[in-house]
T-cell receptor, first 116, second 114 residues
């Protein structure tokens, strides 16, 4: 069975600090896909990134960067120079290539609070 | 392109009633998935529909059901509501419902059962 663990329940930082959100996953599949979503107070899940299990290249998009390490089954997300607008709950999720369709297994989320 | 839309956005029901929630996927998307989000259980997969057929189902009782229409719009129904069904119900769509595809979520329906 697949599982996603986000050990950090809540993180508080001051604006302009860098912050890393951790994600550890478990799966028996060799082909799988990892996702990060952001959930602002409005409730809608906003897609941030998708990574497949064959692509371990780190990715940077503006202030956001992602570090995928298969050896440690981790897919961590870093926000550089955080801003108040980054305050939200962030979810890491996993889907498998075979048999599960596109069913997403989510972690429990990390509440990020960015204060002035 | 318009995003995923869900109606209604808020709903209050009493125990024992039934409720129907609606979801319109992004134009061209044929797969619709439903998720339940509660503070205690987090985000949990309910079921997925593709071409009017349920392809995948999560671990929920039979009171939770759904269907999909020929235009890919989907509805989910919860019968005999219980207090524990109070949740945010999120709908997501993707092109074909394959594991590598990104699912795009709607704003959700907040259901309160009294």
């Amino acid at each position: 069975a697949q599982k996603v663990t986000q050990a950090q329940t809540e993180i508080s930082v001051v604006e302009k600090e860098d912050v890393t959100l951790d994600c550890v996953y478990e799966t028996r599949d060799t082909t799988y896909y990892l996702f990060w979503y952001k959930q602002p107070p409005s409730g809608e899940l906003v897609f941030l990134i998708r990574r497949n299990s064959f692509d371990e290249q780190n990715e940077i998009s503006g202030r956001y960067s992602w570090n995928f390490q298969k050896s440690t089954s981790s897919f961590n997300f870093t926000i550089t120079a955080s801003q108040v607008v980054d305050s939200a709950v962030y979810f890491c999720a996993l889907s498998e290539a075979w048999g599960g369709g596109n069913k997403l297994t989510f972690g429990t989320g990390t509440q990020l609070k960015v204060e002035l | 392109k318009a995003g995923v839309t869900q109606t209604p956005r808020y709903l209050i029901k009493t125990r024992g009633q039934q409720v129907t929630l609606s979801c319109s996927p992004i134009s061209g998307h044929r797969s619709v998935s439903w998720y339940q989000q509660t503070p205690g259980q987090g985000l949990q997969f309910l079921f997925e529909y593709f071409s009017e057929t349920q392809r995948n189902k999560g671990n929920f009782p039979g009171r939770f059901s759904g269907r999909q229409f020929s235009n890919s719009r989907s509805e989910m129904n919860v019968s005999t509501l219980e207090l524990g069904d109070s949740a945010l119900y999120l709908c997501a769509s993707s092109l074909f419902g394959q594991g590598e595809e990104t699912q795009y979520f709607g704003p959700g329906t907040r259901l309160l059962v009294l």
